[in-house]
């Protein structure tokens, strides 16, 4: 035991000596220097500062431990031979209580004083790890990148990356672009994302300066038409739209949309635009959408509608969708809605079939809105919208309808019933003036929505006729509906049940989703000259039709809604729904299914 004294007197030396060269304070007089100074050396090229302050601590608990352990072996019985000693060693003694509770004091303070160097020695570590790693980027990239140049011989400089070849394509298919590029951007040059879902799934930045939602609009509906032999309409499943959204914004002040549908018959694409948001009183928007024109057409989305489709003047005459360019926004504290712009002209078109842009306008105001006395006026809506041009082109719609979209150039769709149309050679040219005055209530559960139409357009009999006639156009709806089950409404957006069928949270509780019973009247009327000028034909046709709605809607979820309706449409004077046969009225049990998220 006493043998040991040395060893551990050895190794104190040589943790002292070690910890000593880390930390600058080798003494090179002490006798351990060569030992020590080679390990450590060895040491710091192999085993991480942190782990190597555990280990000398490890090793300083043993030593320690091990004089406790003499100590106490000390105080144990021995025979007389075992108990001689040399004369020149030390005689042992048992440590006494204050002699072990100082040794514990100091190597409490031993493991304070490793716990701070190893923290500096790991913070260090680190420091010149990252240091060697951004030298030898430097290094063997500007190595890799004069290869390149030498290799490819195109005569770019070996100095650095630039070429002076421009790339036309540069970072269109490269995943990582430098990352140089982009200021406050990490080196793969990419940011995080973050998804969520309700409405649509959401991808965006963290700080909110580029997203992409996608929305999916889907109906299903059963048509039965009264007369079961109508050519061409006929009863039967239909899929009046399927439609996928894409929008978000790249920047704050650029936002997108794409969007492609599938409607009656075809494929195509629905909205694509631009819109710059610069401030909420002034946004500016150039692409393809709807044009502000109509009420029911412009402020209320199809998901949202009170019935499965727009007004019969709306989906017959409305401008739709076109290519243009729009300022709006929201003034005077949002009470005022306005939007004015120039169109190519031509209903739902994709190109300007003619020489001249359309202008149009629409102006909404909620008077009514922040005043306090005057609560159950704060969501009346009062406005008017115009549209004015010339046309020149083949004319759109070519047949009137009754339960039908938006306006097509194509023959009368299979889902709906023709009650006018137009002669084979019959051209739109001249002016066109589209117009209406529109009044909207919101309160609680109730909706009423009523709208004045009216306007002209010139036609001709055939494209070599000169001389256009005008054919004035007028109209109205008047459409009401009411929440049965209590829910309340602001204006026509999407509804949360109070009580959904299917849940779409834990805190929601089932019930029967939200009942809203709802109807609309609504009228078109043509005049009389679209027969005396030749361009229609007065024994097959109508130039009138008013049709009326009742239904209920029925909303499991705020994603899903049911449309349930009877529709009755009542002709100027009967009109023909198939070869020889004529009817004065027509009657359509109208059963559609939506989703919308």
Known sequence: MIANYPVIHHCALLFKGFTDYDSGAWLPSSQHVRAAKGFAMIRSHLIPPGLWS?????????CLDGQVALGQESSSPVTPAASATPSNLPELTQPTVEQLA????????MNQNLTVQMERMTREHNSQFSQLLDRFET??????????????????????????VPDYMDGVFSPYPPASNFPGVSKSGRKPLVASFGPGFLLRTEDERFGLQIHYESQVEGRLWGQLDQVPANSGIYLPRQRFFFNGNITKWIEYELAINRGLGNINLLNAYLNFHFDDRFELRIGRFFTPMLYDQYAISNYWLLTPERSIFTTNLSLNRQIGAM?????????LDYAAGVFNGSRNSFENLNNTLDFVGYINTRPFQNAEKLKFARFLNIGSSVAFGFQDEAPSPATFRVGAGSPDTNIPSTATVPF???NSGVRERGDRLIGSSHLAYYFRSLSLLGEVQYGY???VASSSSRASTSVPFSGFYVAGGYFLTGEHVERRTRVKPLRPLLPTSDDQKRGIGAWELTGRVSQLRIGESIFTSGLADPKLWSNSAITTEVGMNWYLNEYMKIYMFWLHADYGKPVQYRPGSFQKTSDLLWLRAQLYF
């Open 54 to 62: 555990l280990i000398c601590g490890l090793l300083m608990l043993m």
């Open 102 to 109: 100082e040794r514990l004091r100091a190597l409490e303070v």
């Open 139 to 164: 290094r063997f990239g500007a190595n890799a990148n004069t290869e390149d140049a030498e290799l490819s011989g195109d005569g770019a400089s070996a100095a650095g990356s630039e070429s002076p």
């Open 327 to 335: 300022a709006w926004g929201y003034l005077f504290d949002k009470r």
């Open 420 to 422: 006018l149309i137009l």
């Open 457 to 459: 357009g010139g036609y």
